[in-house]
């Protein structure tokens, strides 16, 4: 694992466990296309929806991840009227310095709390969603019915690409270690 990678990795590992989510987690080869993802779900007989997540600079700056399905479309101009600013793909040296993910293997979880976390809702539906906690040789399975405790342990701002509100998860407050 990368540096970069490993953080992701084990900030998943702690939203996961903060939010009390089972999950099952694969180590496989490392996956950078839907091709491969494929093969692995078929190896391991996973059932689980294809999660994408896009690394977005708005032209005011700002950071997002739009979280989605596999086959599933970006509109440019719903997001910049959800957001109030245009939006365009980031470099892949600028998806690696500001969260950590390698180019083709964006993480949508765990990321620094000014990342704005846009969601789209077809997420929430199904059984279960395959997801990189970062590097590209794990991949983590969820229900899709633990996603809305999962994003209320998120620190960034979370928005639904539909402009709901998003639904009432909760998150256990955070322990404090003894002194």
Do not use: W
């Amino acid at each position: 694992m990368s540096p970069g990678t490993d953080t992701l990795y084990q900030a998943n590992l702690a939203l996961l466990a903060r939010a009390g989510i089972a999950f099952d987690e694969y180590l496989h080869e490392p996956v950078f296309s839907y091709a491969t993802a494929e093969q692995v779900r078929a190896r391991f007989g996973l059932s689980g929806r294809e999660s994408k997540s896009l690394f977005l600079r708005l032209k005011d700056g700002r950071y997002c991840l739009f979280l989605t399905l596999q086959g599933r479309r970006l509109d440019a101009g719903r997001l910049k009227a959800l957001l109030g600013s245009r939006p365009a793909l980031c470099s892949d040296a600028e998806l690696t310095s500001q969260t950590g993910c390698l180019p083709q293997c964006a993480c949508p979880f765990g990321h620094a709390a000014e990342i704005i976390l846009v969601v789209d809702r077809a997420v929430l539906e199904g059984g279960s969603l395959l997801y990189s906690p970062g590097p590209p040789d794990r991949s983590i399975e969820i229900a899709a019915a633990d996603l809305p405790a999962l994003l209320a342990c998120c620190s960034n701002p979370l928005l639904f690409y539909d402009g709901q509100p998003p639904p009432l998860g909760t998150c256990p407050p955070t322990v404090p270690f003894p002194a």
